[in-house]
T-cell receptor, first 113, second 111 residues
Framework: KAGVTQTPRYLIKTRGQQVTLSCSPISGHRSVSWYQQTPGQGLQFLFE???????NKGNFPGRFSGRQFSNSRSEMNVSTLELGDSALYLC????????????FGQGTRLTVV | KNEVEQSPQNLTAQEGEFITINCSYS?????LHWLQQHPGGGIVSLFM???GKKKHGRLIATINIQEKHSSLHITASHPRDSAVYIC?????????????FGKGTKLSVKP
């Protein structure tokens, strides 16, 4: 069974640009959660999607958005990038949500210059 | 004060030692995850538990919901156990909660 796949693995963007990150969950998993990890703040919850609906959202500005497709693949988008958006972005898939075991991807390391 | 606190922040052990990492939380949670993160970023879920104790190989996780405390134990530690260990609480019941993370414990096991 293939694991959680995140693309791209590394990304360098310039301030003001926008970026789209992709996450393909484990086959059959309907929940995809996104997290941001920075040295200062650690891991923080961004949002969770289940069956194409955003069920929960963390405390991040509206520049951070996401969506989920009918095949459960998810994308997150960050617009008007700031230097502070440099981070490791992780997604996790689970069958039904965070009350079941989560499987994490390798992450996308975003650097904003 | 963080809602999920881990201790210690850093831990160095000799191969073969018994290791304990602690996690305390101040919010109500319905379940707790223990995660392992190796250099390079990939995260592996070790345990998810809501009561009692779970064991997998040399790893044991316990949780006391009333005392709002969980521990991760590693028996007969090995250099390959060197990683950052993160606990995360599911902040309310059902499938729609979100995870609140501790800052992590960086473990280094010396041969």
């Amino acid at each position: 069974k293939a694991g959680v796949t995140q693309t791209p693995r590394y990304l360098i963007k310039t301030r003001g640009q926008q970026v789209t990150l992709s996450c393909s969950p484990i086959s059959g998993h309907r929940s995809v959660s996104w997290y941001q990890q920075t040295p200062g703040q650690g891991l923080q919850f961004l949002f969770e999607y289940f069956s194409e609906t955003q069920r929960n959202k963390g405390n991040f500005p509206g520049r951070f958005s996401g969506r989920q497709f009918s095949n459960s693949r998810s994308e997150m988008n960050v617009s008007t990038l700031e230097l502070g958006d440099s981070a490791l972005y992780l997604c996790a898939s689970s069958p039904f949500g965070p009350n079941t075991e989560a499987f994490f991807g390798q992450g996308t390391r975003l650097t904003v210059v | 004060k963080n809602e999920v606190e881990q201790s210690p922040q850093n831990l160095t052990a000799q191969e073969g030692e018994f290791i304990t990492i602690n996690c305390s939380y101040s919010v109500g949670i319905s379940a707790l995850h223990w995660l392992q993160q190796h250099p390079g970023g990939g995260i592996v879920s070790l345990f998810m538990l809501s009561s009692g104790k779970k064991k997998h190989g040399r790893l044991i996780a316990t949780i006391n919901i009333q005392e709002k405390h969980s521990s991760l134990h590693i028996t007969a530690s090995h250099p390959r156990d060197s990683a950052v260990y993160i606990c995360a609480g599911l902040n309310y019941g059902g499938s729609q909660g979100n995870l609140i993370f501790g800052k992590g414990t960086k473990l280094s096991v010396k041969p």
